[in-house]
């Protein structure tokens, strides 16, 4: 059965766009049947794509990023229409548990799924400094396929990768 999952950040400009890629990538990888979207908890970048720094940054590690910004609504935290729900840093995990109400079990912080080495906040890289996306990078890549196993079980690991 499909398992659909959202990122989400502040702007859906930087961090969350690029989980979106990542989190596909791997869920390719894995022949897992995911489905993945991402939004941002403010308008300021809505129908914009992805901040060219992020672009570039992922283009170098081979992701494309080809999805335009758009704000979360009420009906993307009801557990019938996304399966997790994975806020990028503590900040943004509150507002989508306030605008959730009743339903929130399936909203998740992104770095409790990564061990004590790596901050619980995915830093917002978009008034830092260069490296900061690639620090974002890192993170997914390190979260996203312990996220995976979570929803799909044991068994991706199993498969033998196509890449
Ligand atoms: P994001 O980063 O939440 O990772 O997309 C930001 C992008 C834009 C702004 C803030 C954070 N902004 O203030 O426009």
């Known amino acids: 059965m499909t398992k659909r999952v959202l990122f989400v950040c502040m702007g859906n400009f930087c961090r969350s766009p690029a989980g979106e890629a990542v989190m596909q990538r791997f869920a390719e990888e ?6 993945v979207d991402s939004a941002g908890t403010h308008d300021y970048h809505v129908g914009e794509p992805a901040d060219p720094r992020m672009l570039e ?3 170098a590690r081979g992701y ?6 758009r704000q979360i609504k009420p009906g993307d935290l009801d557990p019938e229409r996304f399966d997790l729900v994975l806020a990028m840093d ?15 079990t399936h909203i998740r912080l992104f770095g409790d799924y990564l061990d004590d080495e790596w901050p619980n ?10 490296d900061g996306f690639d620090q974002v990078l890192d993170m ?10 979570t929803l799909m079980g044991d068994d991706i690991f199993n498969f033998e990768s196509e890449f």
Do not use: M, R, W
Request: hydrophobic share 40%; net charge negative.
């Open 57 to 59: 940054a992922a283009e």
């Open 121 to 130: 906040d995915v830093p917002d890289p978009y008034y830092g400094e260069e």
């Open 64 to 69: 494309e990023l080809t999805s335009k910004g």
């Open 30 to 35: 894995f022949a897992a049947d995911v489905e």
């Open 140 to 149: 997914l890549e390190e979260g996203c396929p312990l996220i995976l196993q």
């Open 90 to 104: 503590a900040q943004n995990h509150a507002l989508l548990l306030e605008l959730a109400g009743e339903s929130k």
